[in-house]
């Protein structure tokens, strides 16, 4: 029996009279298609994949065979930017091939061989590869990669709009690195988030980070902490924030003064102030400047915001979106010569150098905030090797 239904080949109303033809024999030739097929697997997962081409087009009002370019196009494109059901670029191509193989078994012309539809497919590889949301896992960023992306950023920053923007995406990179956080808290964070506290046990000094989500008074308000970092200053989490926050503070500050000011106006009073802040900071970068106080704005104001044509962060209550946070990391990782990365890189990189430096999983979850081990440990690169560390005893 042949293992393609002859119902996948498009029911008859589908189909333009004109383009009307003998289903006995497109019946036998799918039949000789699916003797010849590589495995039973191809051929279920083309079947599924005209199946949810032809329902599309019934739904839309599209024929599905012959399709046109355009309805291809219209297909494609739709399936490619729902983000509620993101598909990877692999299953486009498979949805693809079916749809080729399935005009090809009727004797049609191929719809996504036409230029415009091989134009299209182009088009969207190239944006998620530039976006960096490609599903494809990135790879991990570990410390030496994150090092990479922050002097690059630093050195790179020459005007003031430069240093802006650097100062912004090293205060990301460091935070999504030494927090371990996804994309959703980072983008969440507001100023009234965090908080310097001291532990008493260790008698240290810690940031406190409150995670999205979890407000006092709706459930228990969950915690991450982090002493400042122990290395210079531009690779500090406490420094890169301290300096990012700085420049909100200035540019929220003029706005709230020059407020009912024209638009013009207002953009203005920000941009001088930045601009004053940055020509008075000459300190060393590598020297810390998280000391004393500086989590200073409005409790409510976003931390990660997006820049204007003109260079200054948005207003206080713009917050950056997640596919924004992975375009800046994959362009900062690009800069710094390491290529692609993500914003899941960098979460994932800090479990991979954490168990690199020796960490149990119990720190790794703790961190991360992974509810169980197995979820931790796929980021542990020599698990394998791990095997030698335990004696048995010979
Ligand atoms: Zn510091």
């Not at 036409?114 to 960023?141: F, H, M, Q």
């Not at 709009?161 to 990179?173: C, G, T």
Request: aromatic content about 6%.
């Amino acid at each position: 029996m042949s293992r393609w239904p002859s119902a996948v080949c498009g029911s008859p109303e589908m189909i333009a009279d004109s383009d009307r033809m003998d289903f006995d024999d497109l019946d036998a030739r799918v039949a000789a298609y699916a003797a010849s097929a590589d495995s039973n697997n191809t051929v279920r997962t083309y079947i599924w994949a005209w199946k949810r081409f032809t329902a599309w087009c019934e739904r839309t009002g599209h024929v599905s065979l012959p399709a046109s370019p355009q309805t291809i196009n219209r297909y494609m494109t739709q399936a490619a930017d729902d983000s509620d059901n993101p598909v990877a670029s692999s299953t486009l191509e498979v949805w693809r091939a079916a749809i080729a193989c399935m005009h090809g078994q009727a004797g049609l012309a191929d719809p996504t061989a036409d230029p415009s539809a091989r134009r299209t497919r182009r088009g969207i590889r190239k944006t998620r590869a530039v976006s960096g949301e490609t599903l494809l896992r990135a790879p991990v960023a570990v410390l030496s990669d994150v090092q990479s992306m922050v002097e690059t950023a630093h050195a790179d920053a020459r005007t003031w709009r430069a240093q802006v923007a650097a100062r912004r995406d090293i205060a990301l990179i460091l935070v999504s690195y030494d927090f371990a956080r996804r994309r959703s808290d980072t983008v969440a964070l507001t100023i009234g988030d965090l908080a310097v506290v001291e532990d008493d046990t260790v008698n240290e000094r810690l940031l406190r980070m409150r995670l999205p989500g979890n407000s006092i008074g709706h459930g228990r308000a969950q915690f991450i902490y982090r002493p400042r970092g122990s290395r210079d200053g531009l690779m500090c989490s406490w420094c890169g924030l301290a300096r990012w926050i700085a420049v909100l503070y200035a540019c929220d500050s003029a706005a709230e003064a020059a407020r009912g000011r024209s638009g013009e106006a207002l953009s203005d009073a920000r941009s001088v102030a930045v601009q004053r802040l940055l020509r008075r900071d000459t300190g060393d970068p590598r020297e810390h400047c998280c000391g004393g106080t500086w989590l200073v704005g409005r409790a409510a104001a976003s931390i990660f915001r997006s820049l204007s044509h003109g260079g200054i962060p948005h207003a206080p209550e713009t917050a950056l979106s997640g596919r924004s946070v992975s375009a800046i990391i994959n362009a900062r990782s690009r800069e710094a010569g390491i290529g692609r990365r993500s914003g899941h890189s960098l979460r994932a990189g800090v479990s991979t150098q954490m168990y690199d430096d020796g960490a149990t999983d119990e720190q790794v979850m703790a961190l991360a905030g992974y509810r169980n081990p197995a979820s931790a440990q796929r980021y542990d690169r020599r698990r394998a090797q791990r095997s030698a560390a335990s004696s048995t005893g010979l």
